[in-house]
Nanobody, 121 residues
């Protein structure tokens, strides 16, 4: 069984920083794409940033230059460093990963439980 566990959310003032972490655990054979999504109240879930196993990254325009996604392939973890946070960044952030389990070697997408990020003075 594969699971993703996130940590690092919280309350921060505008202009502040937070770092989110996500660890994949369980019977893992291989991890391909890892990503962070967010969902603000009343809005659809959106892709914030993604990173391939070779390090290629992609960001939504609204976070470019402020957020940095990184991963540790040996530990099956992905982090999201968020700087210069704005009130409009307030959302529940979800970790997402494309993982092949050691049970069947088939890639599937897994989601974390979500972590709240609130940017407010």
């Amino acid at each position: 069984q594969v699971q993703l566990v996130e940590s690092g959310g919280g309350l921060v003032q505008p202009g502040g920083s937070l770092r989110l972490s996500c660890a994949a655990s369980g019977s893992i054979f291989s991890v391909a794409l890892m990503a962070w999504y967010r969902q603000a109240p009343g809005k659809q879930r959106e892709l914030v940033a993604s990173i391939e196993s070779d390090g290629y990254t992609n960001y939504v325009d609204s976070v470019k230059g402020r957020f940095t996604i990184s991963r540790d392939n040996a530990k099956n973890t992905v982090d999201l460093q968020m700087n210069s946070l704005k009130p409009e960044d307030t959302a529940v952030f979800y970790c997402n990963a494309e993982i092949a389990s050691a049970m069947d070697y088939r890639y599937k997408y897994y989601w974390g439980q979500g972590t709240q990020v609130t940017v407010s003075s």
